[in-house]
């Protein structure tokens, strides 16, 4: 190929790649460690650039998407990396966003997306865990290794992350528990079912004969609690198993301060599973938690008026935890 033909061909895919989204652009810097065989990425906000003593580690709850679809000419979408937060946060805190393993960081379009067989392998509350922790080991001995507090939030199936993380990583400093629950995640779907006997949607037939079917399916599970191959409600059978080890067991191990968060009406986590963590921490006489309930809140800390109008407060919860850091838990 000669220099004009060169030439061309740079100038043919130009716009491709002024339109795709890139760290750079969104002020992240990517680092990459190498993990069974996989790779581990993920990104630090570098607004500035400077030293940081105070690490803010986000973990994100289910799903499979890449971190951003669309270009320049049409409005990004950010699938559960928090860009407006990562902007607001203070400057004193790096923040940092681990991406699942197997996922892309960008793709332009969703359309005949599907996730990697890579990602289908490992995603799982465990190996997220162990994923985070060489993540911490690694900030903490290579990036700041002058960090005094390294606190982590888990939302949704990340709080089952971040219990599960703290037993594992001695240099993490607190730990923020959000939208989770004490119990496995069979009890949740229990409770809801329960829940929709008492409230008249399903008759007492109904409602056991839907528990007695949960019951055969996740037996069927532990039958091959290993398979990737195998799904039970559109989840691997080693998604499942993972997800159903009881945060409770891994809380109460934890000596750290812990804030526990949730809305009065979560519509993914019965909030009586989460009380249970406040009342096992009292019979255990541990004074290392805090809790607050979000009012009239659902998963996602979003507040809906009797007009229908929304008010979010997700940003709230994530500085109430910074308060407790910086104040109460001293």
Same mark, same amino acid.
């Given at each position: ?42 990104y ?11 690490v ?44 699942k ?9 969703l ?5 990697s ?9 465990l ?14 001995k290579?990036?700041?290794?002058n ?46 079912t329960r ?23 996740y ?33 109460l191990?934890?000596? @750290?301060?812990?804030?526990? $968060?949730?809305? #009065? =009406? ?8 989460? +009380? &249970? !963590?406040?009342?096992?921490?009292i ?20 507040? @809906?008026?009797?007009?229908? $109008?929304?008010? #979010? =407060? ?8 910074l +308060? &407790? !850091? ?5």
């Amino acid at each position: 190929m000669n220099l004009f033909q060169k030439i061309l061909l740079i100038l043919l895919f130009f716009p491709i790649f002024l339109l795709a989204q890139t760290p750079e652009k969104q002020k992240l810097k990517e680092y990459i460690i190498p993990d069974k065989g996989d790779t581990v990425r993920f990104y630090i906000y570098t607004a500035d650039n400077l030293p940081k003593e105070k690490v803010f580690i986000y973990l994100h709850g289910s799903g499979d998407l890449p971190m951003v679809n669309g270009d320049d000419t049409e409005p990004c979408c950010y699938n559960n990396y928090p860009k407006k937060l990562m902007a607001e946060f203070p400057k004193d805190y790096a923040f940092v966003y681990i991406q699942k393993v197997g996922l892309p960081y960008y793709l332009k379009t969703l359309n005949n997306y599907t996730p990697s067989p890579t990602f289908t392998r490992r995603n799982n509350v465990l190996d997220r865990a162990e994923v985070a922790d060489k993540v911490v080991n690694f900030i903490k001995k290579r990036i700041y290794p002058n960090a005094k507090t390294i606190a982590v939030l888990g939302h949704s199936e990340g709080s089952d992350v971040v219990a599960k993380l703290a037993t594992l990583n001695k240099n993490i400093t607190h730990i923020c528990f959000s939208a989770g629950n004490a119990t496995p995640q069979i009890f949740n779907d229990i409770l809801f079912t329960r829940r929709q006997m008492q409230e008249g949607k399903l008759s007492a037939i109904q409602a056991q004969d839907k528990i007695d079917e949960l019951m055969k399916g996740y037996n069927q599970v532990y039958q091959d609690p290993d398979s990737v191959k195998d799904y039970f409600n559109g989840d691997t059978y080693k998604w499942n198993v993972a997800i159903n080890e009881p945060p409770i067991e891994n809380l109460l191990k934890i000596k @750290i301060p812990i804030f526990v $968060t949730i809305g #009065s =009406h979560d519509d993914k986590v019965p909030i009586e599973a989460s +009380d &249970l !963590i406040t009342a096992e921490f009292i019979r255990h006489r541990k004074t290392n938690l805090k809790s607050k309930v979000y009012l009239n809140c659902n998963h996602n800390f979003e507040e @809906i008026k009797e007009n229908g $109008t929304k008010i #979010s =407060h997700w940003k709230e919860m994530f500085f109430d935890f910074l +308060d &407790l !850091i910086d104040k109460d838990f001293k």
